[in-house]
């Protein structure tokens, strides 16, 4: 684990290698690293953009300015940041999973689907753009390609228990009960916090 001390060192290290170029941009990018973790996320914004800025192969600097955005709340720039990481590495798969989960949470189904397919093209044991794509077709009201993607999901990951959860309510949306009950529970059992109105909705389905 780093200590303050070692994170001052490792900062004051950085700075020395800029102060004899200002233009090195693996220094920006392991500043912008260190402060994101210190929480200082403006300050790390800054050498992030300027790591970019100086190379011309830095996209997980744009990566992590998406993360960045993301905790300030702006998705039009978590997508900014994205699409600038896929363009700069086209077959960087977790850009693609987080450019569709930003499109998710802006209710741009299409493009979210696009996006997650094309993470899950790239790098199909990125659980969480399977997960992100079941409630993609959910949002589409397209239940039948839901289920298929959590079927698929589960397939290869059964002990993943958000995706257990978002089959379950992909078939709870079909009013197959037998089965959103079936998948609900392997989430309780895996750990998963299942919502509780959820829970209280298949209630009256469950055997007496």
């Not at 970019?52 to 905790?71: D, H, Q, T």
């Not at 998710?104 to 899950?120: C, G, S």
């Not at 992909?170 to 299942?194: M, P, Q, R, S, T």
Request: charged residues 25%; glycine residues 6%.
């Amino acid at each position: 684990m780093t200590t303050p001390q070692d994170s001052r060192e490792f900062i004051d290290e950085q700075i020395n290698m800029l102060n004899e170029n200002p233009e090195c941009a693996n220094a920006q990018y392991n500043l912008g690293v260190t402060l994101m973790q210190q929480g200082k996320l403006q300050e790390a914004i800054a050498f992030f953009e300027e790591a970019v800025a100086n190379s011309g192969r830095m996209f997980e600097a744009c990566v992590n300015l998406g993360y960045i955005y993301f905790k300030l709340g702006d998705l039009e720039k978590v997508v900014q940041a994205n699409k600038k990481a896929v363009e700069i590495e086209p077959r960087y798969a977790r850009g693609y999973a987080n450019l569709g989960f930003a499109y998710l949470q802006m209710a741009q189904t299409d493009e979210a689907i696009d996006a997650l397919n094309k993470a899950i093209e790239l790098n199909p044991e990125i659980v969480q753009a399977w997960s992100n794509l079941i409630n993609a077709y959910i949002q589409k009201d397209d239940l039948d390609n839901a289920v298929t993607t959590g079927e698929k999901l589960v397939g290869f990951a059964s002990e993943f228990g958000l995706g257990q959860n978002n089959l379950a309510y992909a078939y709870y949306l079909k009013n197959n009960y037998a089965k959103a009950i079936e998948h609900v529970d392997k989430a309780i059992k895996l750990g998963f916090g299942v919502h509780p109105d959820f829970l209280k909705e298949l209630e009256p389905y469950r055997k007496k």
